[in-house]
């Protein structure tokens, strides 16, 4: 509780400050990937759960792996899966993410299928070994798609589709999401098992304000 409270006065007093930081910060590098970056698109550099994605994929097998990215914002992640020889498609609803990832792949000699697609709708009906889904959890109505990276609707319509697509799908073994103590995980996980999943916590990472939590989401 006291935690958060500090959370809400410092975003008060900085968080202008950050956002223009993150408008004039155009550039991430990671390893031997150097990507360009635009306003508007969720960048890696500030937020652990995209680091919690990139740490993710350093530790684990992913060759000749099936893997698609949800809301893939910047993609770094799905670059360095790429890089570690996985099949790799990144999707995200705002066209200016997928534009820039597609050209950062080709600037980088990394191939990999880049999809502008609400969740899976444009999505073809293939089997996925992996999925990687860093999802928007304020609960807010967006108004832009920039606003699509961090509302999930007002009564979390993104999470009721995102499971709904998942469980008539059924094509995925590991599906890996990222959320925060910032979120109403309760609601979250309630919704996941009206669909028939359950999440089993794999990661914690703590930062001054706040924890990240990566979780495996399985089937019940």
Same mark, same amino acid.
């Given at each position: 509780?006291?935690?958060k409270k500090l959370k809400n006065i410092w975003f008060r007093l900085f968080s202008a400050r950050i956002v223009r930081k993150m408008e &004039?910060?155009?550039?991430y590098r990671?390893?031997?990937l150097t990507i360009e970056? *635009?306003?508007?698109?969720f960048h890696p550099r500030y937020f652990d759960s995209s680091q919690m994605l990139i740490q993710w994929v350093e530790d684990n097998d992913v060759a000749d792996k099936n893997l698609i990215e949800v809301?893939?914002?910047s993609g770094i992640a799905s670059l360095r899966a790429a890089q570690k020889g996985a099949n790799v498609w990144a999707i995200d609803i705002h066209p200016k993410a997928v534009e820039l990832l597609q050209r950062n792949? #080709? *600037? &980088?000699?990394?191939q990999l299928t880049t999809l502008k697609s609400d969740l899976f709708t444009k999505v073809d009906d293939l089997h996925f070994d992996y999925v990687l889904i860093n999802p928007p959890f304020y609960p807010k109505n967006p108004r832009s798609n920039a606003e699509k990276?961090?509302?999930c609707g007002a009564g979390f319509e993104y999470f009721h589709a995102l499971f709904e697509q998942l469980k008539n799908r059924n094509l995925f073994k590991g599906i890996l999401m990222t959320l925060s103590d910032d979120c109403d995980l309760e609601r979250i996980q309630s919704i996941a098992k009206k669909h028939g999943y359950t999440f089993v916590l794999s990661q914690t990472k703590k930062s001054f304000f706040e924890k990240n939590f990566l979780f495996e989401v #399985?089937?019940?």
């Open positions: 509780m006291i935690r &004039n910060d155009r550039s990671y390893k031997d970056m *635009e306003p508007g698109v809301g893939c914002g792949a #080709t *600037e &980088n000699g990394v990276a961090w509302f #399985t089937r019940s």
